[in-house]
């Protein structure tokens, strides 16, 4: 089994930074696609960014310019960095990778959120 855990969420100032990881642990062949969803309270959970193992990368658009997904294989960790934060981010970030055990099957893994609050 595949656990996703996340770190890094706080509370920060609006302009100011934060840079949230998500950790991949147990048994990992491969990983095809490691991404960031959040969710904010009232709507729904959006995609904010992912990223493929070929380096194929997407970002929300109100993200982008201000948000970068990166990740580190030998660690199996992805990693958002947040600049320019905004009260609108504010929501519990949540990690998602598509992992496989066995370089065949691929299953869908969810972290459990951590929460990022930006507010003067």
């Known amino acids: 089994q595949v656990q996703l855990v996340e770190s890094g969420g706080g509370l920060v100032q609006p302009g100011g930074s934060l840079r949230l990881s998500c950790a991949a642990s147990?048994?990992?062949?491969?990983?095809?696609?490691m991404g960031w969803y959040r969710q904010a309270p009232g709507k729904e959970r959006e995609l904010v960014a992912y990223?493929?193992?070929?380096?194929?990368?997407n970002y929300k658009d109100s993200v982008k310019g201000r948000f970068t997904i990166s990740r580190d294989n030998a660690k199996n960790t992805v990693y958002l960095q947040m600049n320019n934060l905004k009260p609108e981010d504010t929501a519990v970030y949540y990690c998602?990778?598509?992992?496989?055990?066995?370089?065949?099957?691929?299953?869908?893994?969810w972290g459990q959120g951590t929460q990022v609050t930006v507010s003067s």
């Open positions: 998602n990778a598509d992992i496989s055990g066995d370089g065949y099957y691929y299953t869908d893994y």
């Open positions: 990223l493929f193992s070929s380096g194929d990368i």
């Open positions: 147990g048994r990992i062949f491969s990983i095809n696609v």
